[in-house]
T-cell receptor, first 112, second 111 residues
Framework: ETGVTQSPTHLIKTRGQQVTLRCSSQ?????VSWYQQALGQGPQFIFQ???????GRGNFPPRFSGLQFPNYSSELNVNALELDDSALYLC???????????FGPGTRLTVL | QQQVKQSPQSLIVQKGGIPIINCAYE??????FPWYQQFPGKGPALLIA?????SEKKEGRFTISFNKSAKQFSLHIMDSQPGDSATYFC??????????FGQGTELSVKP
């Protein structure tokens, strides 16, 4: 059984640029959630995808957007990057009927 | 009402001690309460979780105690080891939706 994987591991961007982060869900899981974790803080929910549709969104602006593909993998896109977007971005997969969310290793984004 | 408050922020115990981490919530609609362990540079790993119809759950050296009337729950780590040194997060959710995380507790277990 393959766990949740994310790419890239690290990324450095400058303010105003756009970034795409990728996530492959755990085998058999059809729901993907994205979280932002600032240094020294708990993860904050960005949004969740199920059946390629957004299924709940946290308090993040529209420049944070996502996609889910037929194989349940997902992308997080962030436009017009700001310095405060620097964080660890975590992807978690789960079954639509299940409560347990399993996290990937994250992508460390640094915005200069 | 969506917050989960976690304490203490940091904790130092000797090997073999029993660190206790506490969390409190407001939203009575929450029905799932997991604990996660996170090592530096890694994603959070699910340790143990509880539903509000159970007052205690044990898995190995980890125990969750749940007090529904007080809207509080806690994690106890029995016979703690230096390898348990990590940041621990409590969380809560309603249904299969988003997890609301506490602020985290940095645990250090001294040899």
């Amino acid at each position: 059984e393959t766990g949740v994987t994310q790419s890239p591991t690290h990324l450095i961007k400058t303010r105003g640029q756009q970034v795409t982060l990728r996530c492959s869900s755990q085998s058999g899981h059809n729901t993907v959630s994205w979280y932002q974790q600032a240094l020294g803080q708990g993860p904050q929910f960005i949004f969740q995808y199920y059946r390629e549709e957004e299924n709940g969104r946290g308090n993040f602006p529209p420049r944070f957007s996502g996609l889910q593909f037929p194989n349940y993998s997902s992308e997080l896109n962030v436009n017009a990057l700001e310095l405060d977007d620097s964080a660890l971005y975590l992807c978690a997969s789960s079954l639509a009927s299940g409560r347990e969310q399993f996290f990937g290793p994250g992508t460390r984004l640094t915005v200069l | 009402q969506q917050q989960v408050k976690q304490s203490p922020q940091s904790l130092i115990v000797q090997k073999g001690g029993i660190p206790i981490i506490n969390c409190a919530y407001e939203n009575t609609a929450f029905d799932y309460f997991p604990w996660y362990q996170q090592f530096p540079g890694k994603g959070p790993a699910l340790l143990i979780a509880i539903r509000p119809d159970v007052s205690e759950k044990k898995e190995g050296r980890f125990t969750i105690s749940f007090n529904k009337s007080a809207k509080q729950f806690s994690l106890h780590i029995m016979d703690s080891q230096p390898g348990d040194s990590a940041t621990y997060f409590c969380a809560a959710s309603r249904g299969t939706g988003k997890l609301i995380f506490g602020q985290g507790t940095e645990l250090s277990v001294k040899p």
